[in-house]
């Protein structure tokens, strides 16, 4: 996704994210492993894995890198 595509999907309205895949996304901001995700969140490390695959498919991204830099757009917008 070029760097207009990424201010785009910012812009855009965001999709619903359930409760886990927030708490999945702010584990990606924070830097940690799929394993240290589900560690912390008590689940299943393949559970971590289904949820970052949804969270690729509703924030319109292709891999983790792409989430943990629309995941630290969104924390800043936050602030």
């Known amino acids: 996704m070029s760097n207009a595509g ?8 965001l999709p619903r994210l359930t409760p886990t895949q927030i ?3 702010r584990g990606v901001h ?5 394993k240290q995700i589900a560690f ?3 689940i299943a490390e393949a559970t971590v894995k289904a949820h970052m695959t949804a ?25």
Not at 30 to 34: A, F, Q, R, T, V
């Open 55 to 79: 969270l690729m498919r509703k924030l319109n991204v292709r891999n983790r890198t792409q989430v943990a830099v629309l995941a630290h757009t969104l924390m800043l917008q936050a602030a």
């Open 40 to 42: 912390d969140l008590g």
């Open 30 to 34: 924070s830097g940690l492993l799929n």
């Open 6 to 13: 990424q201010a785009l999907a910012v812009r855009a309205p």
């Open 23 to 25: 708490k999945v996304l």
